[in-house]
C-alpha cells in the first residue's frame, strides 16, 4: 500500500525544479511517449506487413538523411534566434503528417514517405528540444537537468512501447501512430500556452549564463574530434539496438530459436522498464564524476552487452540468460550516455555555437542510422542471423574505449 506521505514527497521533489525545467520535463514526456512505440515497432509491424528487413532499415537511413538537412537549419536558427517555441511546433505538425502516413502505408513508398515526416521532425526537435535545458536549469547542474528530462523520456518510452504493444496485439496493428498524433497535440498545447514565458526565460537566462570554461571560446575544444566519434559510435549502437536487435529477436540465431513478436515486444518493454528505474540514480551518479566519465562507462557496457548478443546466436537454451543480462548492461549504458552526451557536447562548444553544437549532436543520433539498421537489414536477409554484426559492434566500442580515450586521459 503506497503511503499519502509519498505522494507529498513526490510533489516536494518535482516542485524544487524550476518551472520551465518542469515544462521542457513534460514536453520531452509527451515527445517520448508518442515517438516510443514508432522507434521500437515499427520495424516489427512493417515486418508483418510483408517488407523486408533492407526495405525497413532503408527507410530509417532515408529518415536520417533528411534529418541531417533539418538539423542543420534548426541549428543556424538557434544560434541566431535562440528560441525554441517555432521548431518545436513544427516538429510536433510533422510527426502527425508521418503517423497519418504510416497508418495508410501497405507498401513500401508510403512507409518511406511516413519515414521521411518522421526525420525532418526529429532533425527540428531534438535540437532545439537539447537547447532549452540548461538555460531552464539554472543553478542545477546540467547533468542533472539533463537526467531529469532523460529520465521523463524514460518513461514516456517505456509507457509508449507497452501501451503500443497491447494495442497491437489486441486492438489495432497500428494503435502506435494514434498515440503519436495525441501526443503531439498535448504538446502544441503546451507549446502555445507557454510562448511567451519560455521566450521571456530563454531571453533572460542566456543574458546571464556564464560557462566558466568556454566564455568567450571561440574554436571547438582539441578533443572535440575524439568526443563526437565516439558519441557517434555509442548512437549507431542504439540504433541497432532499437532496430535490428528486434529483427534478430523475431528471425532468430545461428542455433538460438526465434521468438515470437510478443516474447520480443516484452523484452524490449523489460530494457524501458530498466532503463525507465536507472536513468535517474545513474545520472545522478554520473554527475558526480568526471564530465566524460559516462562516455568511458556506456563504451563498456555496450561492448560487453553486444559480445553477450554475439554469444547468445550461438546458443539456444541459455541464449534467453544472456539476451536478459545484456539488457541491464545496455540499459546501464544508456542511461550513462544521454545525459552526459549532450552536456560534454554543450560544454564543449563554443560560446557562439551552442545551437549548432547540440545539432551535431542530434546529428550524431541521425548519423547512427545512415548505415547502421540498412547495412544490418541487408545482413539479415542475406545471411539471416546478426552475430557478426554484434560482435563489430562489441569490437568497435572495446577498441574506442581501449585507444582512443586513452589519449585523453
Known sequence: MISPNSFQISKDWWIQFPYHLRLITKIRFYAAFGAGGVIYLTSLIFNNIGLSATDIGLGFTISAIIGTVTRLFTGNYLNKKGEIQLPILTSAILSIGASLCLIFSRDTFLYIIGQSFVGAAAGIYWPAAEFGVPYFCHSIDTRKAYALVRSSEAL??????LLGGVMTNFLYSKSIFINDILCMLVITYLISRNSNSIKKNLENSQKEFADPINQGQLKWNKNSTIIILSI????????LIQVTLPLDLVKG???R????????????SIQLILLLFLQWPVGSWISNKSRLFGLKFSLI???????????SSYLNLSAFYLISFSLILISLG????????????FRIAPSNKKGFALALLSQC???GYFFGPFISGRI?????????????????CFIVFVILFKRIF
Not at 334 to 345: E, I, K
Not at 381 to 388: K, M, P, R, V
Open 334 to 345: 544508456t542511461a550513462s550516455f544521454l545525459p552526459t552526451s549532450t552536456d560534454v557536447v
Open 253 to 255: 540465431g545461428v542455433y
Open 232 to 239: 557517434v559510435l555509442i548512437t549507431t549502437t542504439l540504433a
Open 156 to 161: 514516456g518510452i517505456f509507457l509508449g512501447v
Open 301 to 311: 557496457n555496450f561492448s560487453l552487452a553486444s559480445f553477450l548478443l554475439f554469444i
Open 365 to 367: 543520433f541521425a548519423m
Open 257 to 268: 530459436n526465434a521468438l515470437s513478436k510478443e516474447i520480443t515486444s516484452l523484452i524490449i
Open 380 to 396: 539479415l536477409d542475406l545471411i539471416g542471423y546478426a552475430s557478426i554484426i554484434w560482435l563489430s559492434v562489441s569490437s568497435f
